[in-house]
């Protein structure tokens, strides 16, 4: 039987991140992928509204305090340079990185902004 | 290359946004350089309230499973079954975002926080709170049973024998539900190894204790340890002595002295269980009258001191009773309800409680575990439960 432990660093050790929650994929224009890209603006209006403007659309959408906080994982395997203070090898862990008790969801239908707007002749 | 805070005011100003309605403060979300990075590196796991605060108290979790086995999570006390939930939405995770309630708690604000995605997903584990595998348990410790200490088995060192770790190695449960179960059995630690003593050893043990209370005419509420260990110190371990003393007793101290009140209803079920299990079946009447003057003198016996270990049938002539342990029974509920509808066709539900009550979860009941598996008709004016489908 496998025993892989979730260990956590305590309070003191773990962030706080939110979870932001969009329908549909995200796809990177180009083939370099998504990394180093920008996704677009996130304010919150006065009376705490998030409102995302992506691209050419802005979607309004509500923060949720969550029930059911989540822990995010990453994983470490073997190999990896760190051996246990015991000395022996690890096997695969988890390490929780943060915990996430709120998130913002993003559920209407995004609004597109219009640039063009034609004159009134 | 970062965004700047005339940007995003360009932004603002073609979305049509009135900044006077906005806080202050944007979040330039940007996509960070492991957020393509292949999945499993990271995943999200879904925490009930408790759990969130053991995470945050530093403790850890344990997975644990073997490769045809489903996984289970475990927390120092508690079992969960683990399983991925799908969303059809994506879900990316902020690093140091804050929510507009924490904006306004503070006392400067910024102007940009450029957030990095860490990375996304659809889906996430979810725990759900289940019952502890520990029938393997007995299964690994029955391997080799501790007959006392000059048994040929203790002199041969090849038998399987499991420390804690190891258990905590091969059993899908917490190291507290481990325990918890240890106790149960009547474990014992000898040498560091996790012991369950064979029945008959075990029972000599007791024999021991009662022949000595009865002997010294002592009370079963107030049996000392102490002159246990020295009458009985020369025919047995005096660590087995005291296991047996805490299988069968409760220990307290009065005035100094160590004493353990003796359970009846624990002594006289270890006694029918000696009976029972020499034959296949009972003639009730004669059990009840055997067993009662098996019992150490005082004690009183009763039937339902064998809930979970034996059961009566009131339709044959003459009645019978017949031994069933719950725990020689399968772990899975519907093999449980199949065996139970196998041995017999119709339940009461006093009957078959105990040999189902170990199979609810944390918020089911006996009558919802019988309205899930069962299905209920009257017979001659009493309830009783019968199987949902036909039992080859």
């Known amino acids: ?121 | 290359m970062k965004r700047t805070r005339d940007e995003v005011d360009a932004t603002l100003q073609i979305a049509k946004l009135n900044t006077a309605e906005l806080l202050p403060t944007v979040h330039c979300l940007g996509f960070g350089p492991g957020a393509s990075a292949a999945a499993g590196d990271f995943c999200l796991l879904q925490l009930e309230p408790a759990l969130c605060q053991q995470l945050e108290a530093g403790c850890s979790l344990v997975i644990r499973g073997d490769k045809d086995e489903q996984a289970v999570l475990c927390s120092k006390d508690k079992t969960y079954d683990l399983k991925i939930a799908d969303t059809s939405n994506m879900l990316l995770f902020l690093p140091g975002c804050k929510t507009p309630d924490q904006l306004k708690m503070e006392e400067t604000h910024c102007n940009i926080i450029h957030t990095e995605i860490f990375g996304f997903s659809n889906n996430y584990w979810e725990l759900r709170r289940c019952r502890p595998k520990l029938k393997k348990l007995k299964k690994l410790l029955m391997e080799n049973t501790y007959e006392g200490p000059d048994s040929q088995r203790e002199k041969d060192s090849n038998h399987s024998q499991y420390t804690t770790e190891d258990l905590l190695d091969q059993i899908q449960a917490s190291e507290e539900e481990i325990m918890a179960q240890l106790q149960v059995l009547n474990a014992c630690e000898i040498g560091g190894y996790w012991r369950i003593l064979e029945f008959d050893y075990e029972m000599k043990l007791l024999n021991h204790v009662t022949q000595l209370v009865d002997s010294e005419s002592w009370s079963f509420s107030k049996v000392p340890l102490n002159t246990c260990l020295q009458e009985l110190g020369p025919l047995e371990p005096e660590e087995m002595i005291e296991h047996c003393l805490n299988c069968y007793g409760k220990k307290y101290t009065d005035e100094g002295e160590v004493y353990f009140e003796l359970s009846a209803d624990k002594i006289c079920r270890a006694t029918a269980q000696m009976l029972l299990q020499n034959a296949v079946k009972f003639n009730l009447a004669e059990f009840q009258e055997v067993w009662q003057q098996s019992v150490p003198e005082g004690m009183v016996t009763r039937l339902d001191q064998l809930k979970g270990l034996a059961l009566v049938d009131r339709h044959s002539r003459p009645e019978i009773i017949f031994l069933l342990k719950v725990d020689e029974l399968p772990e899975d509920t519907q093999e449980r309800f199949n065996s139970l509808f196998s041995l017999r066709e119709k339940w009461t539900e006093e009957d078959i409680a105990p040999y189902i009550q170990d199979l609810c979860g944390e918020k089911q009941t006996i009558g919802s575990l019988l309205t899930k598996y069962s299905r209920s008709s009257m017979q001659n004016g009493v309830k009783v439960y019968n199987s949902r489908r036909p039992i080859s």
């Open chain 1, 1 to 121: 039987m496998v025993q892989i432990v979730v260990s956590s660093a305590g309070a003191g050790g773990l962030a706080e991140w939110v979870l932001m929650e969009l329908q549909g994929e995200i796809e990177a224009r180009y083939s370099t992928g998504l990394a180093g890209n920008l996704l677009g603006d996130l304010h919150y209006t006065t009376e705490g509204i998030p409102v995302l403007i992506v691209g050419h659309h802005i979607l309004y959408g509500k923060i949720i305090h969550l029930e059911k906080p989540f822990a995010v994982l990453v994983k470490h395997t073997p190999g990896e340079q760190d051996c246990d203070e015991l000395g022996g090898e690890s096997g695969t862990r988890y390490l929780v990185t943060a915990l996430i008790k709120n998130k913002i969801l993003f559920k209407t239908r995004p609004k597109p902004i219009i640039t063009n707007v034609p004159k009134k002749v």
